[in-house]
């Protein structure tokens, strides 16, 4: 049977190669995706750098055939699901989302995804609660703890621009733009990557 899945130093020179200014991040995945062309890790890579890159709907495909073919993998999973809120789905987030809720109370990704939730009910200082926690849970990834804290940042300066918050929205996507996540989460659109 062959290999399915790249081994753990062509991950590490895969990952030093797209920390390198100019290079071809897409090209260098693609390149190890001829030869494992089921390795979620590398769906998972392509997804991040094509999100980045605001190549929204190819982003979106490797994104979810990452979440296909390893529903456990969990980052690529929460990932894919914060993709999806800031593109306005947010009833599809929650449903990507669904397996991290049954994951330990203590587990980071949990914690964020309750916050996230809390966010799309405009409920902000019962978010801002979740991702302080999260935050000091999360030993493992700084770069999405300074994703959280960013969101933080700019949900909290668009509240204060804003004035009042408004009513907040159902959540259905059919309900009030005008909130201050609506507006953040819009204008984020996908482009933040959370490694």
Same mark, same amino acid.
């Given at each position: 049977m062959p290999d399915t899945l790249a081994t753990d130093a062509e991950i590490e020179q895969l990952t030093s190669a797209l920390?390198?200014?100019?290079?071809?991040?897409?090209? %260098?995945?693609?390149? +190890?995706? #001829?030869?494992? /062309?089921?390795?979620?890790?590398l769906h998972f890579m392509r997804g991040s750098v094509l999100a980045g890159?605001?190549?929204?709907?190819?982003?979106?495909?490797?994104?979810?055939?990452?979440?296909?073919?390893?529903?456990?993998?969990?980052?690529?999973?929460y990932q894919l699901g914060f993709f999806e809120l800031t593109s306005?789905? %947010?009833?599809?987030a +929650?449903? #990507?989302?669904? /397996?991290?809720?049954?994951?330990p109370k203590d587990n980071y990704l949990r914690v964020f995804v309750e916050g996230m939730t809390h966010v799309i009910r405009d409920e902000f200082t019962e978010a801002f609660a979740k991702f302080e926690r999260g935050i000091?849970?999360?030993q493992e990834n700084e770069p999405l703890n300074g994703d959280i804290?960013?969101?933080m940042r700019e949900l909290r300066a668009k509240?204060?621009?804003g004035g009042d918050a408004p009513p907040p929205s159902d959540g259905d996507g059919d309900g009030d733009t005008t909130s201050?996540?609506?507006?953040?989460?819009?204008?984020?659109?996908?482009?933040?990557?959370?490694?």
């Open positions: 920390q390198t200014p100019g290079a071809d991040d897409v090209g %260098a995945i693609d390149a +190890l995706l #001829t030869r494992y /062309p089921d390795d979620p890790r890159q605001a190549e929204h709907i190819k982003a979106h495909a490797s994104l979810t055939r990452a979440v296909e073919l390893a529903p456990e993998f969990a980052i690529a999973r306005g789905e %947010a009833d599809q +929650l449903s #990507t989302w669904g /397996p991290l809720l049954k994951a000091a849970l999360n804290q960013l969101l509240m204060e621009s201050p996540s609506a507006l953040l989460l819009g204008q984020l659109g996908g482009n933040r990557t959370i490694n």
